[in-house]
Nanobody
Framework: VQLQAYGGGLVQAGGSLRLSCVAS????????MGWFRQAPGKEREFVGA????????YYADSVKGRFTISKDKTKNTVYLQMHSPIPEDTAVYYC?????????????????????WGQGTLVTVSS
């Protein structure tokens, strides 16, 4: 499995930005796609996750209502849409893939369960 994340950059608070993560070399239904972020001087934290089947995305409380995760199966791409970001959202954003343990489990926030990681893309939110 290979993941390529891109789309980061400088965005003003209250603006919008969309990150993309392209996946290759896998069987999509077997994986959960997650987004994580790491702010300067802080540990990496879970942002949200989505499966490649029909279940809804799952979000961390810190971004719920502000970020939207979606997917395009035809492009093997997962998106993280940031609506009205705030300076505290400044971080390196990573996409990751976790092997799905069961058809009944469609998300995980546990970083240790993600085996494959993209290279990270920096998002800077200016005030």
């Amino acid at each position: 499995v290979q993941l390529q994340a891109y789309g980061g950059g400088l965005v003003q608070a209250g603006g919008s930005l969309r990150l993309s993560c392209v996946a290759s070399g896998w069987t999509a239904r077997s994986y959960i796609m997650g987004w994580f972020r790491q702010a300067p001087g802080k540990e990496r934290e879970f942002v949200g996750a989505i499966s490649w089947t029909g279940e809804p995305p799952y979000y961390a409380d810190s971004v719920k209502g502000r970020f939207t995760i979606s997917k395009d199966k035809t492009k093997n791409t997962v998106y993280l849409q940031m609506h009205s970001p705030i300076p505290e959202d400044t971080a390196v954003y990573y996409c990751a893939a976790a092997r799905r343990k069961s058809i009944y489990i469609f998300y995980t926030a546990e970083e240790s369960e993600y085996s494959y990681w993209g290279q990270g893309t920096l998002v800077t939110v200016s005030s």
